[in-house]
């Protein structure tokens, strides 16, 4: 498929994130002395920065793409909260899917960088399952969107509580019903939840982790072995891995593959998992073999790990980046 003619296809998309968001706060500042009252840093602050983080990074890759992005979670009816639904006003995302709540907290997540340097983080949230009125309440808002027309649904799991097994059933049964694909980047907590899900996308250490198995990725029968394990359990209908620096693998039952990781100066790999998910389910919307929808979400995660922080991809180098990979292919 033509680059600009995917990219094209893209901006028709309508996908809902549903999951754990936060707010990513960063005090910045310079650090000169150690203080005198303890053997710490004085960092003297200079910038304060509120950022979207969690399910909400997974938005912004989405609306980066092209794509409209509909971000529904739960979220405190507190000031940070607030801040959220204005963060996400201000980046183009739709907040319709959001609920606040009197009972609950709103994430945050405060890094204190000094120098350059992440000195210190300071996490503010409340982790146990939304309640059941609440879970009802995320229930109605996300089968409206359900019914009223959405290419995908992207499950996005921090184990902050929002996603719970029963919300995950009744959001896979409505969108299996509506023919809706559905893309799980998961967490240990509900690792075998999501059952009759599109497509999959543990990295390896979760995989291990879920299956409480021990092997190394040289021996691919044995990683094989566990992701047929994992598939028996699941009945998913793609399974997609991440591998850091080995690449990526992806399994349908009808095929294979394993694509190496590119060459790449690394300076931070968070939020890359975001981006994998992102990308790889705006493609299997615009149905592109699996072998693409691995290799260009494989190509948008190494593009993301050679900034600092988490950043959402760029379209115009991703669309570059493709174009470099089919030019290469075709020259092979």
Same mark, same amino acid.
């Given at each position: 498929?033509?680059?600009?003619?995917?990219?094209?296809?893209?901006?028709?998309?309508?996908?809902?994130?549903?999951?754990?968001?936060?707010?990513?706060?960063?005090?910045?500042?310079?650090?000169?002395?150690?203080?005198?009252?303890?053997?710490?840093?004085? $960092?003297?602050?200079?910038?304060?920065?509120?950022?979207?983080?969690?399910?909400?990074?997974?938005?912004?890759?989405?609306?980066?793409?092209?794509?409209?992005?509909?971000?529904?979670?739960?979220?405190?009816?507190?000031?940070?909260?607030?801040?959220?639904?204005?963060?996400?006003?201000?980046?183009?995302?739709?907040?319709?899917?959001?609920?606040?709540?009197?009972?609950?907290?709103?994430?945050? &997540?405060?890094?204190?960088?000094?120098?350059?340097?992440?000195? /210190?983080?300071?996490?503010?949230?409340?982790?146990?399952?939304?309640?059941?009125?609440?879970?009802?309440? /995320?229930?109605?808002?996300?089968?409206? /969107?359900?019914?009223?027309?959405? +290419?995908?649904?992207?499950?996005?799991?921090?184990?902050?509580?929002?996603?719970?097994?029963?919300?995950?059933?009744?959001?896979?049964?409505?969108?299996?019903?509506?023919?809706?694909?559905?893309? $799980? +980047?998961?967490?240990?907590?509900?690792?075998?939840?999501?059952?009759?899900?599109?497509?999959?996308?543990?990295?390896?250490?979760?995989?291990?982790?879920?299956?409480?198995?021990?092997?190394?990725?040289?021996?691919?029968?044995?990683?094989?072995?566990?992701?047929?394990?994992?598939?028996?359990?699941?009945?998913?209908?793609?399974?997609?891995?991440?591998?850091?620096?080995?690449?990526?693998?992806?399994?349908? #039952?009808?095929?294979?593959?394993?694509?190496?990781?590119?060459?790449?100066?690394?300076?931070?790999?968070?939020?890359?998992?975001?981006?994998?998910?992102?990308?790889?389910?705006?493609?299997?919307?615009?149905?592109?073999?699996?072998?693409?929808?691995?290799?260009?979400?494989?190509?948008?995660?190494?593009?993301?790990?050679?900034?600092?922080? $988490?950043? #959402?991809?760029?379209?115009?180098?991703?669309?570059?980046?493709? &174009?470099?990979?089919?030019?290469?292919?075709?020259?092979?």
């Amino acid at each position: 498929m033509e680059t600009s003619f995917l990219f094209e296809q893209f901006k028709n998309k309508r996908i809902a994130i549903v999951g754990d968001v936060m707010l990513d706060a960063y005090l910045i500042g310079g650090v000169t002395r150690i203080s005198p009252e303890a053997p710490v840093p004085i $960092v003297g602050l200079s910038k304060k920065e509120n950022r979207l983080g969690g399910a909400a990074n997974v938005a912004l890759n989405i609306v980066s793409l092209g794509a409209k992005a509909i971000i529904c979670s739960v979220v405190g009816n507190d000031t940070e909260g607030g801040e959220l639904i204005d963060l996400f006003e201000k980046e183009g995302v739709s907040a319709e899917g959001i609920i606040q709540s009197h009972s609950r907290k709103t994430t945050v &997540k405060t890094r204190v960088i000094g120098n350059n340097q992440q000195l /210190l983080r300071i996490d503010s949230e409340q982790t146990n399952n939304i309640s059941l009125t609440e879970e009802n309440d /995320l229930l109605v808002k996300l089968y409206a /969107l359900i019914d009223s027309g959405i +290419d995908a649904l992207i499950f996005e799991d921090y184990n902050k509580g929002v996603l719970t097994p029963s919300l995950i059933a009744g959001i896979l049964q409505r969108c299996q019903e509506k023919n809706i694909p559905t893309t $799980v +980047d998961p967490k240990k907590d509900n690792f075998f939840a999501y059952k009759g899900v599109t497509l999959f996308k543990p990295n390896l250490k979760e995989l291990k982790e879920g299956l409480n198995l021990s092997f190394s990725i040289q021996d691919k029968v044995a990683f094989e072995d566990a992701v047929d394990q994992l598939e028996a359990k699941l009945e998913n209908k793609n399974t997609f891995i991440t591998l850091s620096e080995h690449g990526v693998f992806i399994k349908s #039952s009808i095929e294979k593959h394993y694509i190496p990781a590119h060459i790449r100066n690394i300076a931070d790999v968070s939020g890359a998992g975001d981006t994998v998910i992102s990308v790889a389910t705006l493609c299997l919307t615009v149905g592109l073999p699996l072998y693409q929808i691995a290799a260009y979400a494989n190509l948008a995660g190494g593009l993301v790990c050679e900034k600092s922080g $988490v950043v #959402s991809i760029e379209k115009e180098q991703l669309a570059h980046e493709i &174009k470099l990979l089919e030019t290469e292919k075709i020259g092979e």
